[in-house]
């Protein structure tokens, strides 16, 4: 049932009564029945709580009330966001049976706009990867190709909306973990411009990238979502205080004369003829409307790597200190605070967090921190000054979202510098801190999603959801037949 709607379909559908909000919990506990035990999208998810959120919309509108805009709306949480008690691990064993007392503020959102919250989403431990692997709970799989990754960190996120198990989901971008997921699983993943929404609540990684966004199966339906998440919050020191715009007026507004930049680096090597191939055909059909397609030049590009993984190591290691096995998580036995610490860490933490700690903590010491951090924050400073004067330019800057189609699970499990490089096109966005989606375009020659991203000044996602909007005119959204 679920897999024939939208979000914004299902929602009037829910809210004019002519579907019910228990037939659509019922049917999402049918289909994570059906899938989940195979694709492992969803770490935790409980049938009665599921049922228990439908019934009192149904009760709401019974009583006359109106429902939220996203009514009766199936939508997964990445585990890394707090809900209140119910299991939040981030993915990481430290955290097992952790159970919040309080819920992050999207959620508070997503609740009062009425959404029916399925359960948390796998993701690599404490968002630290690029394929869903590190997760100390077990990989999740490509339901386009159960041999390969859905991408990370929030591949669990983007593969419930993939295989239907949600038609939305929420998952966090530090450097490209909504974005790369969403090219990989043929859904719609958006990163809003940083401070646009709030992070109480969400387990930190790096805290000067960090940002909650969207998964959606179509354009419209991100939109809307981003709509309700958005917004001030006090509970934030980040969070911006401006106003937030209709972002679903936006889809389907004109795109003639917009001037979209196609940066030459984003088009070297390491790009796979496949994807530059379906990526050039989409800006095709966009300068065929009247879009106006401009070559520029981000010159620090190659750069963002290496200053990404300074900067968001340095941040985790701080962040990351508070799991000590004294106030919450998991506690290994020991004779003293000090083994204590390091017996707590040890079990705890995976491969993957270890390492990034280790360069964390390296790059922050003593006699390090002027010749790694500090300069790494002056790089950054000049990558966003590359984005500026684009800008100036351009409406918008449109490039592949990932290098490749997915890459098979266990592929770049032994080799961190190929990883990382699978987010070499979303990472000079997030240092910038301003908004970027990716949109499905054609599919690559091996059947596999292709995403196209679009990248605006900071608080202009409005102009994201035109120009997506446009694109997926010519690309009907799809999902998989497997799971169909």
């Known amino acids: 049932m679920i897999e024939s709607f939208h979000i914004a379909e299902l929602a009037s559908n829910v809210q004019?009564?002519?579907?019910?909000?228990?037939?659509?919990?019922?049917?999402?506990?049918?289909?994570?029945?059906?899938?989940?035990?195979?694709?492992?999208?969803?770490l935790h998810a409980e049938p009665d709580r599921i049922l228990a959120q439908a019934r009192a919309i149904d009760e709401k509108r019974a009583r006359g009330e109106v429902l939220g805009p996203l009514a009766g709306v199936p939508v997964a949480i990445k585990d890394a966001i707090c809900t209140e008690g119910e299991t939040t691990t981030a993915g990481s064993k430290i955290l097992s049976g952790y159970a919040p007392p309080y819920d992050a503020t999207v959620i508070a959102r997503l609740r009062g706009a009425d959404a029916i919250l399925t359960g948390k989403a796998n993701m690599d431990e404490?968002?630290?990867?690029?394929?869903?692997?590190?997760?100390?709970?077990?990989?999740?799989?490509?339901?386009?190709?159960?041999?390969?990754?859905?991408?990370?960190?929030?591949?669990?996120?983007?593969?419930?909306?993939?295989?239907?198990?949600?038609?939305?989901?929420?998952?966090?971008?530090?450097?490209?973990?909504?974005?790369?997921?969403?090219?990989?699983?043929?859904?719609?993943?958006?990163?809003?411009?940083?401070?646009?929404?709030?992070?109480?609540?969400?387990?930190a990684f790096a805290s000067s990238l960090d940002q909650i966004g969207p998964f959606a199966t179509d354009i419209r339906g991100s939109a809307r979502l981003l709509e309700v998440i958005a917004g001030h919050d006090p509970h934030d020191a980040t969070s911006l205080n401006v106003p937030t715009a209709s972002y679903e007026a936006a889809c389907g507004a004109t795109i003639k004369g917009l001037r979209i930049g196609i940066p030459e680096e984003y088009f070297a090597d390491g790009l796979s003829d496949d994807v530059a191939r379906s990526v050039r055909a989409a800006l095709a059909k966009l300068e065929s409307e009247g879009c106006v397609l401009r070559p520029i030049k981000l010159p620090h590009t190659r750069y963002a790597v290496a200053t990404y993984y300074v900067i968001a190591t340095a941040e985790a290691s701080s962040n990351l200190a508070r799991f000590d096995g004294v106030r919450y998580g998991l506690r290994a036995p020991a004779q003293s605070l000090a083994e204590l610490y390091g017996a707590t860490r040890d079990a705890g933490f995976g491969k993957e967090v270890k390492r990034r700690i280790l360069l964390g903590t390296f790059v922050l010491s003593a006699g390090y921190y002027d010749a790694y951090y500090l300069r790494a924050q002056k790089m950054r400073t000049l990558i966003r000054r590359d984005f500026d004067a684009a800008f100036a330019e351009v409406d918008v800057v449109?490039?592949?979202?990932?290098?490749?189609?997915?890459?098979?699970?266990?592929?770049?499990?032994?080799?961190?510098?190929?990883?990382?490089?699978?987010?070499?096109?979303?990472?000079?966005?997030?240092?910038?801190?301003?908004?970027?989606?990716?949109?499905?375009?054609?599919?690559?020659?091996?059947?596999?999603?292709?995403?196209?991203?679009?990248?605006?000044?900071?608080?202009?996602?409005?102009?994201?959801?035109?120009?997506?909007?446009?694109?997926?005119?010519?690309?009907?959204?799809?999902?998989?037949?497997?799971?169909?």
């Open 398 to 484: 449109a490039s592949p979202t990932a290098p490749t189609t997915a890459f098979r699970l266990g592929e770049k499990a032994n080799d961190p510098l190929a990883m990382y490089l699978s987010d070499i096109y979303t990472l000079p966005a997030s240092l910038a801190g301003v908004p970027a989606l990716s949109v499905p375009c054609e599919r690559g020659q091996d059947g596999l999603p292709v995403g196209l991203q679009l990248v605006a000044p900071a608080l202009q996602e409005s102009k994201l959801f035109t120009i997506a909007s446009a694109i997926e005119n010519h690309y009907a959204p799809t999902f998989p037949p497997e799971v169909r």
């Open 16 to 42: 004019a009564g002519k579907l019910s909000a228990s037939e659509v919990a019922k049917d999402v506990i049918s289909r994570i029945e059906r899938h989940n035990g195979r694709l492992h999208a969803l």
């Open 126 to 203: 404490f968002a630290m990867g690029s394929s869903t692997e590190n997760s100390g709970y077990g990989p999740t799989k490509n339901p386009w190709d159960e041999t390969r990754t859905p991408g990370g960190s929030s591949g669990g996120s983007a593969v419930a909306v993939a295989a239907r198990i949600a038609l939305g989901a929420l998952g966090s971008d530090t450097g490209g973990s909504i974005r790369q997921p969403a090219s990989l699983t043929g859904t719609v993943g958006v990163k809003p411009t940083y401070g646009r929404v709030s992070r109480y609540g969400l387990i």
